[in-house]
């Protein structure tokens, strides 16, 4: 059996940049937000998930905002599956099995079993940068996540400002 290393998101140039938006957004300020919470319940609700968060990416940290109940606070980002949605925010990321994916089976959350499906959609607020993302997550594998439901992940994180 071989030691799993969870791989933490890339860093691209312009994070300083990204971080200022974040400041700029007032994103951060939104700790418990009702509507950010009614979001995450509606969307948890809809996609029939175990739970749906709003995570802002800010320095070295990952801050979840609003969940549909739980696991609110502060984490580290080369840790977050969610900082894998700041990285690459140009399509929704998901993993259907992060157990079988590599990348991700050294990650507390999934070894632990708190995380097997796990999906985000990019937060913009208004900018061009990704600050944070709408994340879902299972703890049982899926076998799809279709384009329907990711097209209500995207309109979800889209109406955060």
Not at 2 to 26: C, D, K, M
Not at 96 to 104: G, T
Not at 124 to 136: E, I, M, P, R, S
Request: proline share 4%.
């Amino acid at each position: 059996m071989g030691i799993s290393i969870f791989v933490p998101a890339p860093v691209w140039p312009g994070e300083e940049s990204r971080n200022r938006a974040v400041e700029q957004s007032g994103l951060l300020k939104k700790h418990r937000d009702p509507g950010l919470i009614d979001i995450c319940s509606r969307l948890k609700q809809t996609l029939r998930v175990d739970w749906a968060g709003v995570s802002i990416i800010y320095r070295d940290s990952q801050y979840v905002m609003a969940s549909s109940g739980g696991m609110l606070g502060e984490y580290r980002r080369s840790t977050s599956l969610s900082a894998h949605v700041v990285a690459y925010p140009e399509t929704v990321f998901y993993l259907l099995n992060a157990s079988a994916d590599e990348r991700f089976a050294g990650s507390s959350f999934v070894d632990n079993g708190w995380i097997s499906f796990f999906a985000g959609a990019a937060i913009f607020a208004g900018t061009q940068f990704a600050l944070g993302a709408l994340c879902l997550t299972c703890r049982t594998p899926r076998t799809a996540f279709d384009e329907r439901s990711q097209q209500a992940l995207i309109d979800a994180a889209a109406s955060i400002h």
